[in-house]
């Protein structure tokens, strides 16, 4: 029985209620036991003074006041029982509907809560009113929808990793088959075609490792006052030769007197290397790429802008999804990337209490990337 009532919240609360409503009659019968006797003899004599002071007997002698005493002390317990049983009887009904009021969206959480341990991510339950259990409803549902995007997102992830892992693999066991098939030739051109596809491979797996890394946080970033000059000259100089070669004007336009960056070097470094390559990438010959520079309150924005091929409104929302491409007929080989790289340069942005975004007019109307880093005070 009493592992019944720990089990049980209902029963609780039911308790709780009748040991308030117990404890309340009692001490009202205690008290009106006590107060009963002066609050009758100071109404008797003040009555019995009246009626002497008007000629009359008044209440008769102490034999008889004794008598009243007793027979009103005892019409006034019996009167109390009777309101005291319809007072408990009435308490008991209303405590027993507010304890099923309070039970029933907790109930319902917890068999939500079932459903979604058993996978079943879009249970929500109903959220009534504002009080505290409405709001626990509310962030319960929050909660649900959390796990059922992050299902979602794991779901697509499997589905996008086995496809990414799936080319390269197809292309190293077809060329194999067709050198033990004698169909390609023991060249040096069709082992550098192996070499390439198994070296794309390992690209996409360390990959995959950086985004795990940076997801789950599990990295230590070096925070530390940055010159803004030197960090852009770095990229540039990094990437001048990929620009040289497609002939593309790769140049940067800096406020005077910015202030000094509060982030860590490198992993700057790597977003604004990845940006610009991105840009490279697709923008044409003799087009332009340009990184700016300036101070927006209490944070310096940065932008990679590009005249290349331009982004779809419609592909905007998405652009930093996980292996996201705005053309689905873009490999890895043939320059399109894995999709992992915008993901993790807003990962990293936003650890270090930054924003990014990408700006575009369509297609064939470049594109800019543009974010923000704290300064350093």
Do not use: W
Not at 64 to 76: H, K, T
Not at 122 to 137: F, I, K, P, S
Not at 341 to 364: C, F, K, M, P, Y
Request: charged share 25%; net charge neutral.
């Amino acid at each position: 029985m009493i592992d019944y009532f720990r089990r049980h919240l209902g029963v609780k609360l039911l308790l709780s209620y009748l040991a308030i409503i117990v404890v309340g009659v009692v001490v009202l019968i205690i008290a009106s036991q006590f107060i009963l006797p002066t609050s009758f003899n100071r109404h008797m004599n003040g009555e019995a003074g009246m009626g002497m002071r008007r000629g009359n007997q008044g209440f008769g002698n102490s034999a008889e006041m004794s008598q009243l005493y007793v027979d009103f002390r005892a019409s006034f317990n019996e009167a109390l029982a009777y309101a005291a049983s319809a007072a408990m009887l009435a308490a008991f009904a209303i405590s027993l509907f507010f304890s099923r009021s309070v039970i029933a969206p907790v109930r319902a959480m917890s068999l939500a809560t079932q459903r979604i341990a058993d996978g079943r991510y879009d249970e929500r339950v109903q959220a009534n009113g504002t009080d505290e259990l409405a709001q626990l409803a509310l962030y319960f549902n929050q909660m649900a929808e959390k796990l059922d995007q992050i299902e979602s997102m794991r779901r697509r992830l499997i589905g996008d990793v086995s496809h990414e892992l799936r080319t390269p693999l197809t292309s190293i066991k077809g060329s194999m088959e067709g050198l033990m098939d004698g169909v390609l030739p023991a060249a040096s051109e069709t082992y550098q075609q192996i070499h390439a596809e198994a070296d794309r491979l390992n690209r996409l797996v360390d990959d995959l490792q950086e985004l795990s890394r940076v997801e789950a946080h599990a990295y230590r970033l070096d925070i530390r006052p940055l010159d803004i000059s030197t960090l852009v000259r770095t990229v540039t100089k990094r990437l001048t030769s990929q620009a040289e070669s497609k002939r593309i004007s790769l140049d940067f336009k800096l406020d005077p007197n910015l202030p000094r960056l509060l982030a860590d070097e490198d992993r700057v470094v790597q977003v604004l290397t990845n940006l610009v390559g991105n840009a490279l990438q697709y923008t044409p010959a003799d087009g332009r790429v340009t990184i700016s520079a300036k101070r927006v309150d209490d944070n310096v924005q940065f932008s990679v802008r590009d005249t290349g091929v331009g982004i779809p409104p419609e592909h905007l929302s998405h652009i930093f999804d996980r292996f996201y491409r705005v053309d689905k007929s873009r490999s890895r080989q043939a320059g399109g990337g894995s999709g992992i790289g915008l993901t993790i340069a807003r990962a990293l942005i936003e650890a270090h209490g930054g924003r990014i975004r990408v700006e575009s007019a369509g297609d064939g109307q470049g594109s800019a990337f543009i974010f923000t880093l704290p300064i350093a005070r």
